[in-house]
C-alpha cells in the first residue's frame, strides 16, 4: 500500500490540486476562454478533435523518438572515444561544448536553409540538443570507474572488450540513463522549436497555427498532449532504468549523472 501511494497518488496530489484551483479561479474570476481556458475546456478541446492532434502529434513524436535514438547511439559512442583517448577528448570536447552553447532558435534557421523545411531540418536540431546531456552523463559514467578496480582487472588479464563490457559499462548505466532521461526532454524542445520555425506538420505546426487563430483552447490542448507525451516517454525511461539498473536504488531526485 505504501508503495502504491509514493508511485501514485503523492505524485498526483499536487497535479489534481493545481488543476482543481485553476478549473475554480476561471469560473469564480470569470476569466475569458481566450485568455485562459479553465482545464474542462482544454480536456473538452482534446477529446472532440483528438483527430487533429492525433494527425500533428504522429510526425513530432516520430522525429523525437528518432532524434533521441541517434543522440543516445551517437552520444555514448562519443563518451567511448573522449574517455580512452586523451587526445581525442582535447580534440572533440571544445566542439561539443559550443554546440550546445549557442542558442539553439537561432540555429533552426540556419537548418531550414540548409536542410529544407521537411523533417530533416527538425530532426538535426533534435539530435543537436539532445546530444551533450548523453555525452557529457556517459563519459562521467565511464570515468567514474575506481582505478584499482580496472588495475586489478589488467592483472587478470582481463581484455579492453572484457574490461568495458564487464565494469566500465555497468558502472557508466547510471549515468547514462539519467543522460537519456533530460535527452528526451530536449529533443522533444528541439522538435517544436524547429516546427515552430517552418513546418507544415506537427504539434509545434498546430501550436503556432491555433496562436494564430486566437484559439486559446485548441493551442493549450495541444501542448497538453505534447506535455503528456513527453511524461510517458520520460516514465518509460525510468522504468526500463528501474528494470535494467536492478542492482542501484534509484529515485528522482538522487540518481547518479547530472548535466
Known amino acids: ?134 555525452t557529457i552523463n556517459a563519459a562521467m559514467g565511464f570515468q567514474s570507474v575506481d582505478e584499482d578496480i580496472l588495475r586489478m582487472a589488467r592483472t587478470y588479464m582481463g581484455s579492453r572488450w572484457q574490461i568495458f563490457w564487464k565494469i566500465q559499462m555497468p558502472h557508466a548505466l547510471p549515468f547514462i540513463f539519467s543522460g537519456m532521461k533530460i535527452s528526451i526532454t530536449l529533443a522533444i524542445i528541439g522538435v517544436i522549436v524547429s516546427e515552430f520555425v517552418a513546418s507544415q506538420e506537427g504539434i509545434g505546426y498546430l501550436i503556432k497555427f491555433a496562436g494564430g487563430l486566437l484559439d486559446t483552447p485548441l493551442m493549450m490542448a495541444a501542448i497538453t498532449a505534447l506535455s503528456l507525451t513527453g511524461l510517458v516517454l520520460y516514465w518509460l525511461i525510468a522504468e526500463a532504468e528501474r528494470l535494467t539498473v536492478y542492482w542501484q536504488s534509484t529515485s528522482e531526485f538522487g540518481s547518479g549523472g547530472q548535466v
Open 1 to 134: 500500500m505504501r508503495t502504491l501511494l509514493d508511485r501514485f497518488v503523492w505524485p498526483m496530489a499536487v497535479p489534481v490540486g493545481l488543476l482543481v484551483l485553476w478549473e475554480v479561479a476561471t469560473r469564480a474570476l470569470g476569466i475569458r476562454s481566450i485568455i485562459l481556458p479553465p482545464p474542462s475546456e482544454i480536456i473538452e478541446v482534446m477529446v472532440t478533435r483528438y483527430d487533429l492532434i492525433l494527425t500533428h502529434l504522429w510526425p513530432s513524436l516520430y522525429l523525437t523518438l528518432t532524434g533521441f535514438a541517434l543522440s543516445v547511439v551517437g552520444g555514448v559512442l562519443v563518451a567511448v572515444l573522449i574517455t580512452t583517448s586523451p587526445l581525442l577528448r582535447k580534440s572533440l570536447y571544445p566542439t561539443i561544448v559550443v554546440s550546445q552553447v549557442v542558442p539553439k532558435i537561432s540555429i533552426a534557421p540556419l537548418f531550414v536553409v540548409w536542410f529544407g523545411t521537411g523533417m530533416t531540418s527538425s530532426l538535426m536540431l533534435a539530435v543537436l540538443v539532445a546530444f551533450f546531456p548523453m
